[in-house]
């Protein structure tokens, strides 16, 4: 369940990816599979040969892409979370999820 985050904010993610764009979307998160995480990052994009392509640059593999929501797109946690939402200028998003807990 995605908590902290409003349903515009949804909405143009998930606009960003039918659009064969990359859409980055951080939101609270909990599960009980990753309990050092309070947050998850979500990086998708329709067209899945790009989602791969990005995602070679950050070291994961195709395999990981999610598909089973109808928004292909990359689960991030922890380190890689932080490096994705810093070198890809989501400072907004850093700050609202992951600063306060680094702090």
Known sequence: ??????????????????????????????DSRFPESTSVTKVGCSDLS?????????????EWIDRKEGYPHYDLFGEIQERVLREEGMNEQYDRFLKTKRS
Do not use: D, V
């Open 1 to 30: 369940m995605a908590f902290g985050i409003n349903r515009q904010e949804l909405i143009n993610w998930k606009r960003k990816i039918e659009a064969g764009e990359i859409a980055i979307l951080t939101h609270y998160w909990l």
């Open 50 to 62: 790009k989602l791969a392509e990005w995602g070679r640059e950050y070291n994961l593999k195709k």
